[in-house]
């Protein structure tokens, strides 16, 4: 049992705003304040780069990350990794790790310093997680700052039952609670309501998200990708510490470079290869050496 002014001194270290984000800026201006040890839900429709998201910002952050992806598989979360540390398309981190050599050298350079540990396995289970943990934990003396399960439904017995996703959204907040990390969970919102289909490019509202799940969480975030101008549209739907919008007609808008699995202020295009070092094609290496 503890008192109000206990508590506050126990648990002010962890509810602390996360290290911010520079491309994130207009999410910012518009009053999102993700914080450490909150629960934290992405959702958006099929193909809107909601993984590409998530390691972008975790990436950023570069704080102690444990990344469960069931929806990712190895070579394609650490291909994104190495693309958005070089600027160099996941088609030429594939030619350049196949072409070996300087190639292959630079990308595992490029991905060296990356404080990302990823744990890969479909579905998702309550096992591995503890499993990850202890690991975690033995090797480190500590746990990880942000937990990332990518997603939801991806989790043991979670593909359509709402029940074991209300027992996952429970258990998410239990961990955090637990360990003191911030719990980033992606999810699903409707691909058929009639929002989506005459506006496919707003994020959806909040009782577009699968299960009405976005309640549970302190901060949930609405995604969209229009793929035409590659505006990445960010709505914050629920936010217990701040401003929100459940319909989601509020949003930040970000440039996204989905080759490159970055993002960027919408004001000015992010150059592709911002790394001097790296500024050759391995696909061009590959052609002349043919």
């Known amino acids: 049992m503890l008192t109000p ?23 910012y201006n518009i009053g999102c304040r993700p914080r450490h ?14 993984s590409g998201l998530a390691l972008f910002w975790v990436a950023q952050m570069n704080l102690p990350t444990l990344y469960f992806s069931a929806d990712m598989s190895a070579f394609t979360a650490s291909s994104r990794l190495a693309s ?7 088609e030429m981190v594939e030619a350049g790790m196949a072409a070996g050599g300087r190639y292959r050298e630079t990308y595992l350079n490029a991905v060296s310093g990356s404080r990302i ?6 579905p998702i289970t309550w096992k591995a997680v503890d499993e990850e943990l202890e690991a975690w934990v033995e090797l480190w003396d500590d746990y990880p700052a942000i937990i990332v399960f990518d997603n939801l439904m991806d989790f043991e017995g979670a593909e359509s ?14 961990l955090a609670r637990a360990t003191g990390a911030t719990v980033i969970l992606l999810h699903h919102a409707s691909d058929k309501s009639w929002e989506a289909k005459s506006d ?7 009782d577009q998200v699968k299960g009405g799940l976005s309640e549970k969480p302190e901060l949930s975030l609405s995604v969209a990708l229009d793929p035409n101008s590659l505006e990445y549209r960010v709505a914050v739907i629920k936010q217990r510490m701040g401003p929100c919008d459940p319909t989601a007609r509020r ?12 993002f960027s202020k919408l004001e000015r295009l992010a150059p592709l290869n911002q790394n001097p070092a790296a500024q050759w094609s391995p696909l061009d290496a590959l052609k002349k050496a043919a």
């Open 37 to 50: 040890g909150e629960v934290v839900m992405i959702a958006g429709r099929s193909g809107t780069q909601k």
């Open 200 to 206: 496919p490019w707003a994020p959806p509202s909040r």
């Open 161 to 174: 039952d709402y029940t074991e996703q209300m027992a996952v959204m429970s258990s998410a907040t239990e």
């Open 5 to 27: 002014g206990r508590s506050l001194a126990l648990h002010a270290e962890s509810g602390r705003e996360l290290p911010r984000v520079e491309a994130f800026e207009a999410l």
């Open 84 to 90: 958005m540390a070089t600027g160099d398309t996941t």
């Open 117 to 122: 540990t990823f744990s890969f396995g479909s």
């Open 251 to 262: 949003y930040a808008t970000l440039r996204c470079h989905p080759e490159v699995t970055r």
